[in-house]
């Protein structure tokens, strides 16, 4: 870009971030960054703003846009409240490695300090969950610091950078403004090349292994290494299994996918794990959910770790080889060193776990109007690639279990921190990327109600996004741990809800409700062929537990299928 | 098994750094015992030296989490027999009802301490050595009457015979471009 | 000793304190909570808020309310972070709440777990205290401590963060409320020779003024001020959040001071030669510019927090001590008197005040409706018995502006943090109060009137679930412009009229009220306005009322940032 002269502290923050080739921020306007939002108001052609409805939304609509596009997502706020407000985003975007750079305005530097109207410790309370943060009290800092940011949230492990603007750096006069891209950082060493000597461990591990199982994590999905994975799969004919935030790394029709892993994962992806001798995982942390109990997990395995955050490695789970390194380069290395092999008897046992589910759960979940018919109805219904946005709770495991994903398909959800009203937001992000035909949002109505305001930005924007509520009128997930651990003393799971088809007729949005299982296949059909948004909501069974589930302290393979198990 | 742990960790001279380097102790529940923060060799580099009682798994997970914060050059962790400690203590005495000062003379020189000032109403002692030898002090100190007791926190060389500049250099060759 | 769990013994200590209510929302790591709740459901009512941060903004009102700490429980990871905002709200207005948040069991700490956040750390720049707790057996001690220092001195948020294995392991249970803490020494004794000092200040002031904070109403002061003040015979302003301290209607007040205040207090605040500061801290938003703040006056600063002390305004005497006793040390000390000619100055510029912009809004000839007629209208229908709440924004300015109060705690709004959205929960936090209240107490029956805008509405509009679980009677007064009215006068005043991102299209609020069953009406013309307010208040249950207002409307009179208070403008200039 040639150098800009004298202009503002807002003027440079709006052309930092048109360099950096964000078209996109979700914000909402305050005291403290209305400098900002005039700075916006010239240049609306390269940058467009979505007025979200609470601080809240933007970030999660910022997360969303990021991991469906695959670049930084950008939330503009304001400070005190409005800064407050985004710490659930961005604890969600930090525990799942989601790139986001937040911008927050301040109070003038003479009155940080001084409890001033709307000033809050932003730098401070937001340390312990963002990969980054600064505080820019000078307009002079602008460039060199948004350089910075951008860098550091993408690189390495991506994850959240929050930016503190004090509102007299917006407004002071920068004589020449000058941005180069940030490539480098003297103590920051993001991305370090494999070892050698691992990668030569790891492929001799491999070439030697006679039941071997992949695990892939969300990493798969942020480095793009999908095709070495099924190359690597092919050629040693391994089964794959992937965390919840891994989905859509391989097709669910994949011959070799074994399913999810974890708490409410896949019988076969669970079993396998305890069973397998080479357990190859990459790009996943091994999640208290994933593993189940510490001390029983795998061990019959030798486990080879591919990880591009050393802290990572070693955390939880020891490995026998670990590979600190970007998954895609650590494929690239291993896959000339790999013998093709087969591995027959074993993957028939996949299939035979598969064939147990299936019989046990699955098929009588497909034959009643539950969570996961739905899912599976909207999965056959939908014409072109789907990002599938589910919220957190019974309807997201119903999501990530039953929703059949292709190529061109991804799921975008809540993995670490859980965060109940993430979807709706984040689907108007996903929204926004054009990076896929439809963005499906599946909620419980708990979730929905906590970030339901956001309906607003989705009638203003007029966003074709699917809203599907699966409604029991419980918070059902907590319903299930009192039904399995505390004896069904149901307190405060039921909710007196309000009658949600007519809340989203207040936005003027296409609403629908199903309550039986005949009604719902055309139901789902008119809401995928509708041009424009939709909300679907079904009324299904009430009393409906997650099966099969990891009971809490067990192992892996200790996997109940039905309650009886 | 607990022990004492010495965390070496070189950082660019940041504000809020030694925040985000405490709070990764405060959620894993680790007390720090002693910190002390100074300028390093290279020019712009500070160094934390920060002693823990913890496990040898836990202390190596912290020293991760700390070496992954942006501003952290590098993190090394030491057990006692790798580090040569030291820290400073200064000691404030009253003169009044020091009677001869003989027997306070002769215990500084044996306890290699030594006076770093004289005021009409008081006297500072320094005592440089590792907390057993300072604890010693303050407990032969016992019969004066000691004011003020201020002890800094530890500071160390380390025995293996690294430099920092080619830790620095080590660290770029590893990464992939 | 009979042992009980840790859930028990955290549910037992809100007994031992007084505590009959929590506010919350159930998640994974609190459910033992949840459990031990069901057990004791006849001794505690839960109160299930859609969202955690308006469980949080419920406890606040009903803390403010009821006099008594607010308490939450909220779960781990989302749950913690989505209570940051109600915490840094409550904290910046020194309002008592305990929050309790669960987290993974200790084993997990620090691996990065389902729902783990780092909550003690986040949470320790916006509470007054933090503490975590993995061990049943300290429960007790700590949830002593909190309440404790939540209550004591300054009042403000205490943040307990719970893991799941100490709920769930046995514990002994012995409780002793308020344990001493070395270091901490919430109310210092105030010396004789200062309170002497004081009088003598004020006996020899000729044009004192007395500004009110909501450290009179924390401090549950009011009596004592009203005796100080009726003696002392001195004018007085109040703040933003020290409004219903004392009556509006009474003679020495001389209205709310700071950016929206009233044109009197402001202007000769620059007049007055002795400024009497009682539980305030002289936020910018009171002070304007800092440097041109009560330039011809002493400043005597009567502030329990010590830290406030000389902190924006320099004192030239501090009383440092609780308010009720240092102004009954100080009552008996000063002179009765009057200022009949400096009361006069006030009187003049409130003359101004009421022909260019009180009337103006109040009794509006424009073609749409001013917010100024709505809560003028509210505020002669309930003659003061009502509870008033607001949201952030141009709605909050105008309720404070113009409706007369009459009660102590019955203005109710987000001060120092400005939260948009906190309105909508304050309210329903307001009616529970009153709802579990003994019937001797006369707010018990006060209607809770929410005035709000449309953008903050919104922002929190969730809870209007809780409102039909509750069944409370909320009523709730939407301002609706269709726009972020505050920000975009900003930019009407300031950026050229280019109102950037300020326009909303909002939903059709009476038929949302009416999808969860709540009743509701909307207003367009000012000949309606009247009944529909009074069927509003005369409705048994809770009520929306949506009124279309005027976009271009400014809240005026209006210190500029950077200008000094006797710089105020009284009519905006276009």
């Keep these: 870009m040639e150098n800009k002269f004298n202009i503002t502290g807002a003027e440079a923050i709006t052309l930092a971030l048109i360099e950096e080739g964000v078209d996109t921020v979700f914000g909402y306007p305050g005291g403290n960054n209305l400098p900002v939002y005039d700075s916006f108001y010239t240049h609306e052609k390269e940058i467009r703003h979505v007025l979200v409805r609470h601080e809240q939304g933007a970030v999660h609509a910022a997360e969303g846009y990021a991991s469906a596009n695959r670049k930084v997502g950008v939330c503009m706020v304001t400070s005190g409240p409005g800064a407050t407000n985004l710490l659930t985003g961005i604890a969600d975007a930090q525990l799942d490695s989601i790139p986001i750079v937040c911008i927050t305005g301040q109070v003038v530097k003479p009155q940080l300090g001084y409890d001033a109207f709307q000033e809050t410790d932003v730098v401070g309370f937001s340390m312990p969950v963002t990969k980054w943060n600064y505080q820019i009290t000078t307009a002079s800092e602008i460039a060199s610091v948004m350089a910075k940011a951008f860098y550091i949230a993408r690189s390495g492990r991506p994850g959240p950078v929050l930016l503190d603007i004090t509102k007299d750096a917006q407004t002071q006069i920068i004589e020449k403004f000058e941005y180069k891209k940030c490539t480098k950082i003297r103590s920051y060493h993001p991305k370090l090349k494999p070892s050698e000597t691992a990668i030569n461990e790891a492929a001799t591990l491999l070439n030697n292994a006679q039941r071997p199982l992949m695990i892939v994590g969300h990493g798969v999905l942020l480095s793009g290494c999908q095709d070495e994975v099924k190359e690597l799969s092919e050629k040693l004919d391994m089964p794959v299994a992937s965390t919840l935030l891994g989905l859509s790394s391989i097709e669910n029709e994949n011959p070799r996918f074994a399913g999810m892993v974890g708490l409410h994962g896949n019988y076969a992806a669970n079993m396998m794990t305890n069973r397998c001798d080479v357990l190859l995982s990459i790009g996943m942390r091994f999640s208290d959910r994933v593993i189940g109990k510490p001390e029983k997990y795998a061990n019959q395995a030798a486990i080879i770790h591919i990880e591009i955050d050393p802290s990572e490695v070693g955390k939880i789970i020891s490995p026998a080889v670990g590979v600190v390194s970007d998954a895609k380069s650590a494929l690239q290395k291993i896959l000339p060193l790999i013998r093709k092999s087969s591995h027959i008897s074993w993957l028939n046992q996949m299939r035979e776990f598969q064939q147990k589910e299936n019989e046990t759960v699955v098929n009588e979940n497909l034959s009643k109007l539950r969570m996961g018919k739905v899912v599976r109805v909207v999965s056959e219904k939908k014409k072109g690639s789907t990002a599938v946005v589910a919220d957190v709770g019974q309807n997201q495991m119903a999501s990530a279990r039953y929703f059949n994903f292709q190529e061109g398909d991804s799921i975008i959800t809540s993995g670490g921190l859980g965060t109940m009203g993430f979807a709706l937001p984040a689907a108007i992000g996903a929204a926004y990327t054009k990076k896929f035909k439809n963005v499906v949002c599946i909620m419980g109505d708990g979730g929905f109600q906590m970030t339901i305001e956001e309906l607003g930005a989705i009638m203003q924007y007029k966003l074709p996004v699917k809203l599907v509520l699966l409604n029991n009128n419980y918070l059902g997930m907590i319903r299930q741990l009192q039904d399995l651990y505390y004896n069904s003393h149901y307190y405060f799971g039921e909710m007196q809800n309000p009658d949600f088809v007519k809340i989203v007729d207040a936005y003027g949005i296409k609403a629908e409700r199903v309550e039986t299982l005949e009604a719902l296949s055309p139901a789902v059909e008119r809401m995928m062929d509708y041009d424009g948004a939709y909300f679907l909501e079904v009324r299904v069974e009430k009393q409906e537990n997650i099966y099969p589930v990891i009971p809490a302290g067990k192992a892996v393979d200790e996997m109940l299928l039905t309650p009886n198990d | 098994m607990n022990r004492k742990y010495t965390l070496l960790i070189y950082t660019e001279n940041h504000v809020g750094l030694l925040n985000r380097i405490s709070i990764i102790f405060t959620r894993h529940k680790v007390n720090i015992e002693s910190l002390n923060t100074s300028p390093s060799m290279e020019e712009g580099v500070h160094s934390f030296v920060i002693t823990i009682n913890t496990s040898l798994a836990q202390a190596e997970h912290l020293r991760k989490a700390i070496e992954k914060q942006v501003e952290v050059l590098k993190a090394f962790l030491y057990e006692e027999k790798q580090v040569i400690p030291m820290e400073v203590a200064l000691f404030k005495i009253s003169t009044e009802g020091l009677k001869s000062g003989n027997s306070l003379e002769k215990l500084i020189r044996e306890s290699s301490a030594r006076i770093i000032t004289v005021e009409p109403e008081f006297l500072v002692i320094e005592k440089t050595g590792t907390q057993n030898d300072i604890q010693d002090f303050l407990a032969q100190l016992s019969d004066f009457d000691v004011r003020e007791f201020i002890q800094s926190g530890r500071v160390i060389v380390t025995r293996p015979m690294g430099k920092l500049k080619d830790y620095l250099l080590d660290l770029e060759r590893q990464e992939e471009k | ?574």
């Excluded at chain 3, 939540?150 to 948020?157: D, E, I, L, N």
């Excluded at chain 3, 208040?537 to 009520?543: A, I, M, R």
Aim: hydrophobic share 40%; charged share 20%.
């Design chain 3, 1 to 574: 000793m009979e042992k009980v769990l840790g859930a028990d013994a955290v549910l037992l200590s809100l007994i031992e304190e007084g505590q009959d209510t929590v506010f919350g929302y159930p998640g994974g790591t609190v459910i033992p909570l949840y459990d031990s709740l069901y057990g004791k459901r006849d001794k505690i009512h839960h109160i299930l808020a859609r969202h955690e941060q308006a469980a949080v903004h419920e406890a606040q009102a009903y803390a403010q309310v009821t006099g008594k700490p607010g308490v939450c429980i909220v779960t781990s990871g989302p749950g913690a972070t989505n209570a940051i905002t109600g915490i840094a709200n409550a904290n910046m207005d020194s309002v008592p709440l305990i929050v309790i948040t669960g987290q993974v069991g200790s084993a997990f700490l620090g691996t990065d777990a389902f729902q783990e956040t780092d909550v003690f750390g986040l949470s320790m720049p916006i509470a007054k205290w933090s503490a975590q707790i993995t061990k049943a057996e300290d429960i007790a001690e700590t949830m002593a401590k909190a309440f404790y220092i939540a209550v004591s001195g300054r009042p403000g948020v205490v943040v307990l963060e719970i893991t799941k294995n100490a709920l769930t392991s046995t514990t002994d249970f012995v409780y002793k409320k308020a344990p001493v803490i070395r270091s901490y020494v919430p109310y210092p004794e105030i010396p004789g020779e200062v309170i002497d000092k004081a009088a003598e200040m004020i006996n020899a002031a000729e044009k004192p003024l007395i500004l009110i904070g909501h450290g009179v109403l924390i401090a549950r002061a009011e009596k004592a001020v009203k005796e100080f003040v009726e003696k002392s015979g001195i004018p007085f302003g109040t703040t933003l959040m020290g409004l219903s301290a004392l009556p509006s209607d009474h003679p020495l007040n001389v209205g709310m001071l700071g950016m929206h205040g009233s044109y009197a207090s402001n202007m000769l605040t620059n007049q007055a030669d002795l400024i009497i500061a009682i539980g305030m801290r002289f936020s910018d938003r009171v002070t304007g510019k800092t440097s041109g703040y009560g330039t011809k006056a002493k400043i005597l600063h009567i502030e329990i927090d010590k830290s406030e002390i000389g902190k924006i305004i320099s004192a030239d005497l501090s009383v440092h001590g609780d308010l009720k006793s240092a102004l009954s040390y100080l009552t008996p000390r000063i002179e009765k008197k009057t200022y009949n000619r400096w009361r006069k100055e006030f009187d003049k510029f409130y003359q101004m005040e009421l022909e260019q912009v009180i009337k103006k809004d109040t009794h509006s000839d424009l073609p749409l409706i001013q917010m100024g007629e709505a809560v003028d209208i509210v505020s002669r229908k309930t003659s003061g018995d009502a509870v008033v709440v607001t949201d952030v924004g141009q709605n909050q300015m105008v309720a404070a502006r113009y409706y007369k109060f009459k009660h102590p705690n019955t203005f109710l709004t987000s001060g120092g943090l400005g939260t948009m959205g906190f309105g909508l929960p304050a309210a329903v936090g307001a009616a529970v109060a009153q709802k579990f209240m003994p019937e001797t107490n006369k707010m018990k029956n006060f209607p809770v009137v929410l005035f709000t805008g449309d953008g903050g509405f919104q922002m929190n509009e969730q809870e209007l679930g809780t409102i039909i679980q509750e069944k409370v009677p909320v009523k709730m007064v939407i301002l609706n412009n269709s726009v972020l009215g505050m920000v975009r006068q900003w930019q009407n005043m300031f950026n050229g009229k280019r109102y950037s991102e300020t326009d909303l299209i909002n939903p059709d609020f009476v038929c949302l009220a009416k999808a969860y069953g709540i009743k509701a009406e909307r207003v367009e013309l000012r000949e309606d306005l009247e009944p529909a307010i009074q069927q509003m208040l005369s409705f048994d249950g809770p009520y929306l009322l949506e009124i279309m207002v005027d976009k271009d409307m400014k809240v005026m009179p209006f210190i500029a940032p950077g200008s000094t208070v006797d710089e105020m403008k009284l009519v905006s200039n276009d």
